[in-house]
Structure formats: structure tokens, C-alpha cells
């Protein structure tokens, strides 16, 4: 039966998070239609939102969820009814599992059988994969999950991350929105499966690649507080491949709704974190080794590790029999024959470079005749795993190239390549990358490929494997890699050749390379990779990444956690429990009952959007400071980071409107006196060495520029390039704060900006000075509003926040620090927006308009 989920698939779009009950320790039984879920303990008082305190830090469960579970599937012999189930070994998923370790951690997976099993039949196979192999089958109609899989992941998210774009209806598929709904209708009834499992206080959820991009959403949007990890295990490519996807901001929003993110390689995450800069403004930190981003109060943590081979599994198959018979047969086939082995196994696809090492294959016979009769190239040729007109075309150019290289270089009981197109058992394969003198990946793309670790543990041997091949013991075992630098495993492969899997003369050479090297070589080679490969093994993987998800989510016990935005949108929030939204009845209420009032404002990003193009203030602003400003009971003071002068022509209309300028280094009381000073006279003689070096980083870095201020220099970058721009901004910092650190200054990087100003000017020191000049004139604040959005408002939020412990205020004063966005702040409130703030404060000068009564 369909899930009703797959036939509502806008119900993500409602805005409303759904409450659950608690789950029972033990695993409720399975149904086949989402969202009836039996065994619960429907506890109306458990909520999505509940009490950070009633949450549980126990680790109790793993749900794995993957596009495919690691099962094999067999229908009964007799009567051809019934099915039989077996774990598939050669899963990663299962070697996660067994790299864990049972003891630690009870693993539950979620996903989809290989073979189609009938309606009838799914409850059935449901209870069994349950009960026997702690698994939860989702269960997709035929057409839907033909237009999911083969229609969107394969013809559309797979060529796009591998660098392939739809410049031509032929060249990968061209974005088709009725295939996008089939993709996000499928995760959404992978969400309902996990809802019918998860114990959402204590379980930890490990989604895993490109099939499931969207599925972080769907589960945030139920559990706000959900402990969610997502692993890519394809490449992720560049800002300039990736922007071209239509949905491209839906699934980083998704991938943001995890807690921890995963990657096999730098580049692969790099990509990631620049997509995220340019499409979405959001810049990451690296601290103590771990790179974060913060997202609406919650930081997603970057994982950056490759996956490793099983090794336990991998010597088990070493020691099989059935291996020293196949190893036996091939050096009968090739060694005694005076024939030296190079192997490739890939799969048939368009990426996995298989014509391009064959023509190297050629090229190599061609520019050395002296390895003709002597070399082999064996091609294994797994089967696709997807299908369509490109694998077609692959199989077509390999066949004809193969049967061309032969009928060219081959002789009789001599072939230079063997093409071996149909599935091998694992043991099989180990026996040939036990006797290949060199493994060739010349992939044009690939997330990771595991086959050059195979390779070198399978080289290692043992003692068995030793006498089948007549070497010592003792004898320091060798290996030999060549392999394309676009694949995942590349970086971590120090010692083996890496090539431009595009330039066959530059894989001939060294393929040349491989085979004439000296044995010492190739033995220290060996030595090195096989060192890195048997401790990196996918048990020191999964426990890495796990390691770093429970650390990552150690906070969400102590966060307050909701859910805004819709459908795809969707994003949680989570602040400090005591951060909460200004309430306009509060401080309206607080302000008709208080007498003597500070009021300090930021203006750009507060009173102002960051974004407007007019930055003056707008008539109705200048109207409301006005009427603030009249009210004799209210001292108003506009604090910001621009200069004097055009501070003064904006605001003289507003004749008692007092003034701080230059982040507050020029303070005027009111329109009628004199500016002063906060801090002593500063000496700009330092403008002489700073601005010498912005003008350079101006002219390299196209859309930044300078303002000159009275007392501080600025270098904006608001309009250049955001990657560059960044980049630029780190280098300026460290240039200027070498050439001026003898001199009384600070340099300090903000929002799209670096600033040199005096030190000891701070928005703090202004509101401190406002506080203790009312408290010598006798007035003692009972009501203190201070507004301001960013990372220099929040001096004047803490020198607010401290005064209050202090005699500048009144003792049972209302105080409101207020910071704009809901965002990791020293401020107590938030407001949304500017527009919110011009709301709050057009309605405080309304009460101070109205009449006084008698």
C-alpha cells in the first residue's frame, strides 16, 4: 500500500510541527502504512518543543538510513512464494555495523529492498526484517520510485555532482520538476518509517548520500531537537557547477537541518562552505580543529574523513580456499606465462574513466614496443548501477576499443587486455588484486573508490598466500598505484602516481613509471599505504563521525528549540533558554509606568535595513525620534559606526536628538552643544602607514573600497566577490595589524568589512558614559532600551547588562537589551526585523504623545 504521506506531499508546507509521544524502549511493531505506529505511549504532555530539562543525554540507538538496506533478498524455491533474507556483506552499511561493534551501540536501518515486493506481502516481510535483521524496509511504488531514483538521482543530482552539465537534452538530464516532487515525496515517506522507530530524545539518526538530501528537513520540522548526522559519500562539486541546479537552496537548507555533515575530502567540503557563502551568506569558523557554521543559533559541524575498507572482512576472504585456487589459477594464467598483471576494476559508467585507460593501455604499447607480449591489462567491468543511453555508449566505445588494441598488439596466447564484463564473486576479484604488479583508477570523477585499499591490504597477503605465490615471509611485500587525482581516496594515497586521468600520454608514462621502479621503491610505497589503510579502517570511520555527532549535539539538552519558515524552507531556531521575543504589551507597559528613560539606538541594520540602497533615515523615522525626543521624561542617543557629518545633516531636524558617532569615539548630548570626546584626542598619524596598504587590497580586489573616516579607516568588501572578498579581508587583517602594532590603534574584521579605529572607542564606553552623566545630573534610569544587530552592539549589551549590578541605575529598573534576529547574542530579546523595531518604537512615541493625566 502507498504511504498517505506520498499523496500529501505539500503537508511539510502547513508551518506546523506535529506532536509526538515518547517511544517505548523497545522497537514498536512495524506497519506498512506511514503514520499508524502501534506501542506508543501517547503522552499528550511529550511535545516537539519540550522542556530542554525532560531530555535524555543516554545514547541508546543508531538508525542508519540509506537509499538501499544491506539485505539480500530470494524468493522461496517451492511454490515460488515466500522470501528469503540474508545480510549483504558487502555492504557498507553492514561493515559500519560490525565496525562499531555490537556491544556499543544497537544499530536499526531504514530503507529500500532491492526487489519489488508485492503489497500483499509487505507486512509480512516487514515483522521479518524486523524481528530477524533489525530492519525497516520502505516500501515505494514501482513508478514512483523509477522517476526517484533512476529519473532524478541518476539523471540529475549524480551527473551534476560529477561535474556533468545538462548543456544538451543528451549530456545528463535536464532539470524536470515532476521528477524534484517524486524525490522529495520519497524522503518524506523515509521520514514517516524513521517517525515509526525513533525514540527522538535519545536515538542518533546517520543518513547517507545524495538520495536523501532532503530528508534532514522532514525530520527537524517533527523532532526540533532530532540528533542528526548526514554523510556524502559522492563528490560535492564547485559553487559554479552546483549554482546552476534549480533547487540548489532547498537542499543546502536541508543539509544545514543536520547537526553534523560529512565528507570524504577538503575539496568536497570546501565546495560545500562556498556554496553556502554565496548563495546563502553564511561564512563558517574553525575552532580548535572542528569547522562549524552557525545556523539560526544552531552550529553545523563539518566533517572532513574518508571512509575505510572492512578489514576483519577483507582477511577473511585472504584466508579462504576458494582464493589460493584463484590466486593459483591466475599465476598459472600470467606469471608462469612471463606475464605481467595490471588491473582496473570499475564500474560501467560514464565517469569512471574505462576508455581512457585503455587508450593509455595503447599509448604505452605504442611509445615502449618492449612491454608488447610481456604486459596485460585485466579489466574488470562491474555492471551499472544505473542505466540509460550513456552506459550504452560506454559499454559500445570499451567493447570496440578492447577488440582494436587486440587485433593490433595481440599475437597468438597473448592478449594485452582482458575484458571481464560480468559480476565476480568478491573472492575472485581478491585473487587478482593479489597477483596485479600495479591497480590503475583512472576515474574522471568518483566520490571515494575503495578498490586501491583493497588492493593494498590484498597485496599484503599472509602466510598462505605467500607459499601460493613462492615469496619469504619475511620479504617486505610491494604494491604499485596509479590513480586519478579527481578521486576521493587520491589525498590519502601519498605514495602512489597521481595523473590527470585526461592526458593518456601523461598515464602511459606512468604506467611506464609503475612497471620499471625499483623493487625498494615500491616496498617503502607499500609499507607507507598499507600503514594508513589498516588503521583507517571503516570501524575508526564510524566511530570518528559518531564521536563528532554526539559532541556536536551535547548542547541540545540546554537549548530552546522552534521551528520557523515553509516546506523546504523550514529551519530551526535555537537560543539560550533565557533569549526570547520583545513582547510590545511588556515594554509598552514598562514604559508608561517608568519616569526617567535611556534609549540608545544603533542605526544601520536597526533602524535602517542593511540591504537599502537610500541609507538616510526616512521621514517617518525622523517624526517618531522627534516625538521620542520631546518627551521630557526620555534621553534618545543614535549610536553608530558612521562619521559626524553625515550623521549631523540626517538627523538635525531633531533638535534634541543625542548623537554618537564614529562607533562612539564623538559623542553630542544634543543638537545645540558641542561635540566631545569619549576617549582622549586621538593621534591619526597611523592613517599614513594603514591606508597606503587598503588602497593595495583595493586595487586587487575588484568591488571593495574605503572610507576615510575623522578617527578610523574602513575597508568594505560588501560588493566584491564573497569567497575573495573573505579571503582578502584575512590577509588585510594580518598586514595591518603587523605594520600598526606599535601604534595606538585596533583592527578589527565586521560584517563584509575591516576597520582601524582608536583603542578604546567601543559602543560600550558610550553607553556607560550616557548612564553616568544621567546619574550626576540627578537622574537615575528606571527604564534602559538599547537596540542594536551587530557584533559592535554587543559592547553596549553587556555594559547595559553590567550596570545593572552597579548604582548608575535604578535599582528595579526595566531593562531591555534587544538585538535584531534571533541569533547567539549578549542581548536578553530579539526583535525580527527593522521593520518590527520602527513598530516598537512608533508605538512608544505614541504613548509619549498622549496626555498626562491629571
Not at 540474508?86 to 557498507?92: F, I, R
Not at 559519500?233 to 553534523?260: Q, V
Request: glycine share 6%; charged share 25%.
Amino acid at each position: 500500500m502507498v504511504s498517505r504521506s506520498y499523496s500529501n506531499l505539500l503537508e511539510l508546507a502547513s508551518g506546523e510541527s506535529p506532536s509526538f509521544g515518547r517511544m517505548s524502549r523497545r522497537i514498536p511493531r512495524i506497519m506498512t502504512v506511514a503514520g499508524i505506529i502501534s506501542d506508543l505511549d501517547d503522552d499528550p504532555s511529550e511535545s516537539v518543543c519540550s522542556d530542554p530539562s525532560s531530555s535524555s543525554v543516554q545514547r541508546d540507538r543508531l538508525i542508519i538510513v540509506a537509499n538501499q538496506l544491506p539485505i539480500r533478498a530470494h524468493r522461496k524455491s517451492e511454490n515460488n512464494s515466500g522470501w528469503i533474507f540474508s545480510w549483504d556483506e558487502n555492504s557498507l552499511l553492514l561493515q559500519l555495523k560490525d565496525g562499531l561493534g555490537d556491544d556499543e551501540i544497537e544499530v536499526i536501518y531504514v530503507g529500500c529492498l532491492k526487489e519489488e515486493i508485492h503489497p500483499c506481502e509487505q507486512d509480512e516481510v516487514s515483522q521479518i526484517l524486523l524481528e530477524t535483521f533489525k530492519c525497516v524496509p520502505t516500501f515505494l511504488p514501482p513508478d514512483l520510485f523509477t522517476r526517484y531514483y533512476h529519473g532524478f538521482c541518476k539523471q540529475q543530482l549524480w551527473p551534476l555532482f560529477h561535474y556533468m552539465l545538462p548543456l544538451s537534452p543528451d549530456l545528463g538530464g535536464r532539470f524536470n520538476r515532476s521528477l524534484w516532487q517524486a524525490y522529495v515525496s520519497v524522503n518524506k515517506i523515509f521520514a514517516d518509517r524513521i517517525m515509526e522507530v525513533i525514540n527522538p530524545e535519545d536515538d542518533f539518526v546517520w543518513i547517507h548520500d545524495y538520495h536523501l538530501m532532503v530528508l534532514p528537513t522532514f525530520l527537524r520540522k517533527r523532532f526540533n531537537r532530532v540528533k542528526l548526522g548526514f554523510f556524502l559519500h559522492s563528490p560535492f562539486p564547485s559553487s559554479e557547477i552546483y549554482r546552476t541546479l534549480p533547487i540548489r537552496e532547498e537542499l543546502l537548507r536541508a543539509l544545514l537541518n543536520s547537526d553534523l555533515i560529512g565528507f570524504h575530502t577538503f575539496d568536497y567540503a570546501r565546495h560545500f562552505l562556498s556554496c553556502c557563502s554565496r548563495m546563502l551568506g553564511l561564512s563558517y569558523e574553525s575552532k580548535r580543529g572542528y569547522i562549524g557554521l552557525e545556523y539560526y543559533g544552531r552550529t553545523v559541524s563539518i566533517k572532513i574523513l574518508p571512509v575505510g575498507i572492512h578489514m576483519g572482512q577483507l582477511q577473511s576472504v585472504l584466508s579462504l580456499p576458494e582464493t589460493e585456487e584463484k590466486v593459483a589459477e591466475l599465476i598459472k594464467q600470467f606469471c608462469d606465462q612471463d606475464r605481467i598483471m595490471l588491473l582496473g576494476v570499475d564500474d560501467m559508467d560514464i565517469f569512471k574513466g574505462i576508455s581512457l585507460k585503455l587508450l593509455a593501455m595503447e599509448q604505452l604499447l605504442v611509445q615502449h614496443p618492449e612491454w608488447q607480449g610481456k604486459v596485460v591489462l585485466v579489466q574488470i567491468a562491474n555492471p551499472a548501477r544505473g542505466r540509460g543511453k550513456d552506459v550504452k555508449e560506454v559499454q559500445t566505445e570499451t567493447f570496440s576499443t578492447v577488440k582494436r588494441i587486440n587485433e593490433t598488439f595481440g599475437k597468438p596466447g597473448y592478449d594485452p587486455v582482458v575484458l571481464i564484463d560480468e559480476p565476480l564473486k568478491f573472492y575472485e576479484r581478491i585473487a587478482y588484486y593479489v597477483v596485479a604488479e600495479c591497480c590503475l583508477v583512472t576515474a574522471v570523477r568518483d566520490g571515494m573508490n575503495l578498490i586501491p585499499y583493497e588492493y593494498i591490504i590484498s597485496r599484503q597477503g599472509n602466510e598462505k598466500l605467500d607459499k601460493v605465490l613462492g615469496l619469504e615471509s619475511s620479504i617486505p611485500k610491494k604494491s604499485m598505484l596509479v590513480v586519478s587525482e579527481f578521486i576521493g581516496c587520491s589525498p590519502s594515497l601519498s605514495g602512489a602516481i597521481r595523473v590527470n586521468p585526461w592526458n593518456i600520454d601523461a598515464v602511459a608514462d606512468a604506467m611506464d613509471s609503475a612497471l620499471e621502479m625499483l623493487e625498494p621503491e615500491k616496498q617503502l610505497r607499500h609499507e607507507k599505504h598499507y600503514r594508513y589503510v589498516s588503521t583507517h579502517d571503516v570501524g575508526y570511520w564510524a566511530r570518528s563521525f559518531l564521536q563528532d555527532l554526539e559532541r556536536t549535539c551535547r548542547d541540545h539538552v540546554r537549548r530552546r528549540c522552534w521551528g520557523i519558515g515553509f516546506g523546504l524552507s523550514f529551519r530551526v531556531v535555537a537560543l539560550d533558554p533565557n533569549f526570547r521575543k520583545l513582547s510590545m504589551e511588556h515594554i509598552v507597559s514598562a514604559y508608561k509606568r517608568t519616569t526617567t528613560r535611556a534609549i540608545l539606538l544603533d542605526y544601520d541594520g536597526t533602524l535602517m535595513p542593511q540591504a537599502s540602497i537610500d541609507k538616510g533615515p526616512t521621514p517617518k523615522s525622523i517624526e517618531m525620534l522627534k516625538t521620542l525626543c520631546r518627551d521630557e521624561n526620555n534621553m534618545v542617543l543614535i549610536v553608530s559606526a558612521r562619521s559626524r557629518k553625515k550623521l549631523e545633516d540626517w538627523f538635525s531636524p531633531c533638535e534634541n536628538l543625542g548623537i554618537a558617532a564614529e562607533h562612539g569615539y564623538f559623542l553630542r548630548p544634543k543638537g545645540d552643544v558641542e561635540w566631545e570626546t569619549c576617549v582622549p584626542v586621538a593621534d591619526c598619524s597611523w592613517k599614513q602607514i594603514a591606508e597606503p596598504v587598503m588602497k593595495l587590497y583595493t586595487e586587487t580586489t575588484d568591488g571593495s573600497t574605503i572610507e576615510d573616516k575623522e578617527t578610523a579607516l574602513v575597508w568594505c568588501y560588501e560588493d566584491a566577490d564573497p569567497d575573495f572578498g573573505s579571503c582578502q579581508a584575512k590577509e588585510l587583517l594580518d598586514h595591518l595589524e603587523s605594520v600598526l602594532a606599535n601604534e595606538p590603534v585596533t583592527v578589527k574584521s565586521g560584517q563584509s568589512l575591516v576597520e582601524v579605529k582608536p583603542q578604546g572607542v567601543s559602543k560600550g564606553i558610550v553607553a556607560k558614559r550616557l548612564l553616568s552623566t544621567m546619574q550626576e545630573r540627578g537622574m537615575l534610569p528606571d527604564f534602559v532600551l538599547c537596540i542594536g544587530d551587530d557584533r559592535s552592539d554587543e559592547d553596549m549589551f553587556e555594559a547595559i547588562t553590567s550596570s545593572m549590578a552597579g548604582s548608575s541605575i535604578a535599582p528595579r529598573a526595566e531593562v531591555f537589551a534587544c538585538t535584531v534576529g534571533r541569533k547567539p547574542s549578549k542581548a536578553k530579546y530579539y526583535l525580527d526585523d527593522t521593520g518590527e523595531i520602527v513598530r516598537l518604537m512608533q508605538g512608544l512615541a505614541s504613548v509619549s504623545e498622549q496626555p498626562v493625566p491629571l
